[in-house]
C-alpha cells in the first residue's frame, strides 16, 4: 500500500476567465495569517497578479506558486490563468497538483473554459471541489448552474467516482465560505469551510522517500545570483542540497543541487532537504528545460512528457525597418531579437518560433490574446520589431486542407442582441443555441472558424460599450470554408514624411477618423486614420495654411479636432490588412504600408 504525506496538500485552482479565482486565492492567503495585519498585502487585491499586464488587463496570464498553513497542514496553492489563450500554463502546472477547486461563477455557470480545465483535470485523475463563486449577484442562479456542472461532469468523467463531488458556495471579495447556500449572506463566514473540504477531500501526496530522486520540471525561476532555478513536484525520493543529478535532455551530464527551496506564503524558504510529494525549487541544474525529467546519474527512466495543445494562429515578426527604426528602442538588431525567443521557448511552452529564410520569424501561438501579451512584453523590454497581420494555421486532414473550430459563447444585454446576430451572421457563425440567463442578460453559443474570430472582440466591445462577455476554445478542425469579407474600410497613408499639423489633420477627418493628433511625427507610407469608405487614400497631413500677400505670419486659424482614436497593441493587430505592418517600439505603435511609396504599392498589385 502506497504511502501519503499526510501534512501536504497540492491543489490547483482552475476556472474560466473572471469566474473569481485570484480573489479566492486572496481570502485564502489573508485568513491563514501569512501577512502581518499591518503589511501592505493586507489591503492589496489579486495579490498574485503581479506583473503589470495582469493588473492592467485583470487577468491571470502565468501560474503561481505559493503555500499557506492550516492545522499543521501546508497546502501548496498552484494559481492558473482563466483565459483559453494561456491554457498552456494550465497543462504544464497541472501535473503538480493531487485535487484542484473548480471555481464557477453563478450567474454565468460554466464556459468553455471551464470545459476545458475540467477535462485536463479529470484526465490526470484529480481530486475536484465545485466552488459556486459570486453568489451575491443579483441575478445569481445557484441551483441552475449546480445542475449544469453536474452535466458537465457526467459528460467528461471517464468513471463513476468521478461523479460525485463536494460543493461550497463562495463570496469571494468579502472570503466568505458556506457548505451550504445561505439564506442571508452572515458577514462572519470565513474561508474555514474550504479549508476543511481541502483537507478532508484532496488526497495527500503519494510519497516513497526510499525511492531514488525523481522530479517533472513544471515551471522555471529565475535568480540573479543562482540563475536558472526548476520548479517541480517530487515524485519520488528525497532531494538535500550538494545530491548529484541528471538531466533527462542532458546526455549524462552531472549537475549539483546548490540550493533548495520550498514555498511558504508568497516567499520561497531555504532548506537543507525535501522529502517526495512538496512542492520543490532547486538551483545548480543550468540547463534545465520544462519537461525534463531530473534523476540521480545512473537513473535514466523519464516521467510522462507534459502534453501541450497546438498553436492556433501565427505572425511574422521581424526587425523594424522603417523610417524611424532604432531612435526609440533599446534593442533593434536581428540578433537580440532571436536571443530573447529563444529565452521565452523556455517556459512559455504555448509558444512556436520558426526562422525563415528570409531572417524574419514566423511566432505561433493559442491566440490574439496570447501573442499580444508576449508582444507587449517585448516591447516593454525595450525592443523594436514590425508584425504582420496574424493568420490561422491550417492543416492537412486526409489531404484536405483544415482550419481550426471554435466554440464561441457571447453574454450580452438583451438591448444587444440585434447587434450580435448581424456581427456573427457576417462571419458566417452557425448558432448552437441561444437561452436568457436572467431578465437583462442572454447568451448565444456560436460554432465559428478561428479566422473569422479575429477582431471580433475588440468590435462587440465598442458596439455594446465594454459590456460583452466573450470567451472561446478551440474544439475541432473542418475543411476550410468560404473567404470572409474584409470587415473593414480602407485608410488614410501619408503622402510625405514630417511632423502632422492641424490643418493637414483637419482635412484628413473630413475622411474619415485619424489615429495621431498635431505634432507627430509620420512618415510617407504610415497609416494615419481610417476612410470611411473602401478605398485607400493619400492625403498630406503635414500641410499647413497657405500664406497670402494679405498675411504677415503663418497661422492656421482656429481648428477644431476631434482626438484621434487611439489603438491598444491587440486593437491594431486586429486592423491590419496583409499589405500592412504594426511598428511596435517601447514609445510607439504605428501602422503602416507594407511599400511605404505609392508607385512601390501599385507595381506590387501588378506582380
Given amino acids: 500500500m502506497e504511502k501519503t504525506n499526510k ?14 479565482k485570484t480573489t479566492l486565492i486572496d481570502a485564502l492567503l489573508k485568513q491563514t495569517h501569512v501577512f502581518r495585519d499591518n503589511q501592505q498585502q493586507m489591503g492589496e487585491e489579486r495579490i498574485l497578479d503581479s506583473n503589470d499586464q495582469e493588473r492592467e488587463r485583470g487577468i491571470t496570464i502565468t501560474a503561481k506558486n505559493c503555500a499557506i498553513l492550516y492545522k499543521g497542514v501546508k497546502i501548496n496553492i498552484i494559481d492558473t490563468p482563466g483565459h483559453a489563450d494561456f ?3 494550465i497543462e504544464r502546472t497541472l501535473g503538480m497538483a493531487d485535487g484542484a477547486l473548480l471555481i464557477i461563477d453563478a450567474q454565468e455557470g460554466p464556459m468553455p473554459q471551464t470545459r476545458f480545465v475540467l477535462k485536463k483535470a479529470l484526465e490526470l485523475g ?24 453536474e452535466s458537465l461532469f457526467l459528460e467528461l468523467a471517464t468513471s463513476e467516482d468521478y461523479l460525485e463531488f463536494p460543493v461550497v458556495y463562495t463570496v469571494g471579495r468579502e472570503g466568505r465560505v458556506y457548505d451550504v447556500l445561505p439564506k442571508d449572506f452572515n458577514e462572519s463566514a470565513t474561508v474555514v469551510p474550504l479549508l476543511e473540504k481541502i483537507i478532508n477531500d484532496i488526497p495527500a501526496p503519494n510519497i516513497d522517500d526510499k525511492k531514488s530522486f525523481k522530479m ?43 540550493k533548495i527551496f520550498v514555498f511558504q506564503g508568497l516567499s ?34 523519464i516521467l510522462p512528457a507534459i502534453e501541450i495543445g497546438k498553436p492556433t494562429l501565427h505572425l511574422t515578426l521581424g ?65 523594436e520589431m514590425e508584425v504582420e497581420k496574424p493568420e490561422v494555421i491550417v492543416k492537412k486532414i486526409d489531404g484536405v486542407v483544415n482550419e481550426p473550430v471554435e466554440e464561441l459563447n457571447i453574454i450580452v444585454l438583451k438591448e444587444y442582441q440585434g ?36 477582431g471580433l472582440r475588440s468590435i462587440l466591445l465598442t458596439a455594446t460599450k465594454g459590456t460583452v462577455i466573450f470567451s472561446s476554445q478551440v474544439v475541432d478542425y473542418q475543411p476550410v470554408g468560404k473567404p470572409i469579407p474584409r470587415m473593414r474600410g480602407g485608410v488614410l497613408i501619408a503622402s510625405q514624411s514630417g511632423e502632422a499639423l492641424s490643418y493637414g489633420l483637419n482635412a484628413a477627418q473630413e475622411r474619415g477618423i485619424t489615429f495621431i493628433g498635431p505634432g507627430t511625427k509620420v512618415y510617407e507610407g504610415m497609416i494615419i486614420g481610417k476612410n470611411a469608405k473602401d ?24 481648428i477644431q479636432l476631434t482626438p484621434p482614436t487611439i489603438f491598444s497593441l491587440e486593437q491594431c493587430l486586429d486592423f491590419i490588412e496583409k499589405d500592412e505592418l504594426l511598428e511596435i517600439t517601447p514609445k510607439s505603435l504605428r501602422l503602416r504600408k507594407k511599400f511605404l511609396t505609392e508607385l512601390d504599392r501599385k507595381r506590387s498589385k501588378r506582380k
Fill in 535 to 558: 478605398d485607400d487614400i493619400v492625403i498630406n497631413v503635414c500641410k499647413g495654411k497657405q500664406l497670402s500677400n494679405m498675411r504677415s505670419k503663418s497661422s492656421d486659424g482656429v
Fill in 268 to 301: 520561497k524558504i531555504a532548506t537543507e532537504k525535501v522529502c517526495s510529494g512538496d512542492i520543490v525549487t532547486i538551483a545548480g541544474i543550468s540547463e534545465s528545460k520544462i519537461g525534463d525529467t531530473i534523476s540521480e546519474p545512473g537513473d535514466t527512466q
Fill in 87 to 89: 491554457s498552456g500554463e
Fill in 126 to 149: 484529480l481530486k475536484l471541489i465545485v466552488v459556486i463563486n459570486k453568489i451575491d449577484k443579483p441575478y445569481a442562479r445557484v441551483d441552475h448552474v449546480v445542475q449544469k456542472t
Fill in 7 to 20: 501534512s501536504i496538500r497540492n491543489v490547483a485552482v482552475i476556472a474560466h476567465v473572471d469566474h473569481g
Fill in 216 to 258: 517533472l520540471v513544471s515551471a522555471l525561476d529565475y535568480d540573479p545570483h543562482l540563475g536558472r532555478m526548476s520548479v517541480g513536484k517530487i515524485h519520488q525520493g528525497v532531494i538535500s542540497i550538494g545530491k548529484k543529478l541528471i538531466l533527462s535532455s542532458s546526455s549524462g551530464k552531472v549537475f549539483k543541487a546548490e
Fill in 419 to 454: 447587434i450580435i446576430n448581424q456581427e456573427m451572421g457576417k462571419r458566417f457563425a452557425t448558432l448552437i443555441k441561444t437561452e436568457p440567463i436572467n431578465e437583462k442578460e442572454i447568451e448565444f453559443v456560436y460554432r465559428i472558424p478561428t479566422r473569422a474570430i479575429i
Fill in 319 to 383: 526587425t523594424n525597418i522603417s523610417p524611424f527604426s532604432g531612435k526609440e528602442g533599446k534593442f533593434v538588431t536581428i540578433r537580440q531579437l532571436e536571443e530573447r525567443l529563444n529565452k521565452e521557448l523556455e517556459k512559455n511552452l504555448s509558444l512556436k518560433v520558426v526562422k525563415r529564410t528570409d531572417g524574419k520569424f514566423q511566432i505561433s501561438g493559442r491566440g490574439e490574446l496570447h501573442l499580444a501579451v508576449f508582444l507587449e512584453n517585448l516591447r516593454r523590454e525595450g525592443y
